[in-house]
């Protein structure tokens, strides 16, 4: 029904601003194109409603008692604030994200999602609000003697991805010559590398400390990124006024010093800035 809604104001917007009663073309008004905006059935509905993939440590993920916490999740209840709504976290399969948002299920998705090419074919992207890169978890008893990721990309290689990841993107056309394995989720990566049925996980740089670091027995980090990931904000395409105010709210955040509160309270420890 969401759906139904959204893609009924926008007909009538553009029903508004193209035919008049004479059934003469006219121009949109730029009340009409709000009036269609994610920004205003926001305001309108008094929630904003975020897709993520609560499983992803330390940006999205559940408390013991089920609740979501993580950076994305501050991100997301800051601007709820400041839109001054409700805050309404739905809990999406990965690949399920994008068409959720298509769909209208979601307002906005902030789950660690790097802004490609590929995906702005289909989304629309803020600007970045945390910048990483691909590492490589490797396997000490797979890939004790490889420094540096080149060396994967042969026969007989064996690399594990998430599916619809840019790991897994990056796997298929960096890595040609290796065998890639993917899977649905996160942990099942690691588990192949650390029992040695793969090679190698591609992963971001944080999230590849951390698993190097509860399994330094059986894995090996390269921790030096070998792609440029900027995570961004994605929105349905063509809502300039949506894309207008998260990006000035990115801005402000981060100007009066509360993006580097909420970076230090769930990265500090990890990163350094």
């Not at 059986?218 to 207008?244: H, N, V």
């Not at 990115?250 to 990163?271: S, V």
Request: charged content about 25%.
């Amino acid at each position: 029904m969401k759906a139904i809604r959204f893609f009924g104001v926008m007909a009538l917007a553009i029903c508004l601003g193209w035919m008049s009663a004479g059934g003469k073309a006219q121009a949109l008004t730029t009340h009409d194109i709000f009036q269609a905006s994610t920004l205003n059935q926001v305001l309108q509905r008094n929630k904003l409603i975020v897709g993520m993939e609560v499983e992803y440590f330390p940006f999205e993920y559940a408390d013991e008692k089920g609740q979501p916490m993580g950076f994305d999740v501050d991100i997301a209840r800051l601007m709820a604030q400041e839109l001054g709504v409700e805050l309404e976290i739905k809990d999406i399969e990965w690949t399920g994200l994008i068409p959720s948002l298509q769909s209208g299920k979601v307002d906005l998705v902030i789950s660690g999602m790097t802004r490609t090419l590929a995906r702005a074919r289909a989304v629309s992207f803020t600007d970045p609000y945390f910048v990483t890169g691909l590492c490589a978890l490797l396997s000490a008893k797979k890939a004790s003697g490889v420094t540096h990721v080149d060396q994967l990309n042969a026969p007989g290689r064996v690399l594990a991805v998430k599916t619809g990841t840019t790991g897994d993107l990056v796997a298929s056309k960096r890595f040609p010559k290796a065998t890639i394995n993917r899977f649905k989720d996160e942990t099942a990566c690691v588990r192949e590398v650390v029992t040695g049925r793969a090679d190698a996980f591609f992963y971001d740089q944080i999230s590849i400390a951390k698993h190097h670091k509860q399994n330094p027995d059986s894995t090996i980090a390269l921790l030096e990124p070998f792609t440029y990931e900027p995570f961004a904000i994605a929105i349905r395409k063509g809502d300039a006024d949506f894309l207008q105010w998260l990006n000035l709210f990115l801005e402000t955040i981060k100007a009066d010093g509360r993006y580097d509160e909420i970076f230090q309270k769930h990265l500090g420890d990890i990163i350094q800035k």
